[in-house]
């Protein structure tokens, strides 16, 4: 397969994999995390349970929260970025 031919279809794959959500039909609608869905499950199943943890610190705002776990997203990409371009540029090291 040419180089050529590669990209085009790498290019395909992904302005496909970008535009499926966007014309998925059922997709409209409230997005909920697992908490908010964990939580719903445990009220209806059984009303009168009492949590037997409260956390330490609560988040002042749903867009805190939000940027915390962005920011935690990145700080795991980017670990893993580092841990994987190391490993690649150990073994071209070695092959030399």
Known sequence: M???LRTT???AATVVLIAAPLVVPGLG???KG???KGTEAISEL???YKPWFKSLWTPPSDE???L???LQAALGAGFLGYVIGR???RKNVADR
């Open 34 to 36: 697992s908490d908010d």
């Open 64 to 66: 805190v929260e939000s």
């Open 68 to 70: 915390l776990f962005s």
């Open 9 to 11: 279809l790498l290019l």
């Open 29 to 31: 609608g409230d997005f």
């Open 46 to 48: 059984a009303p009168g």
């Open 87 to 89: 490993r690649s540029a």
């Open 2 to 4: 040419s180089n050529k």
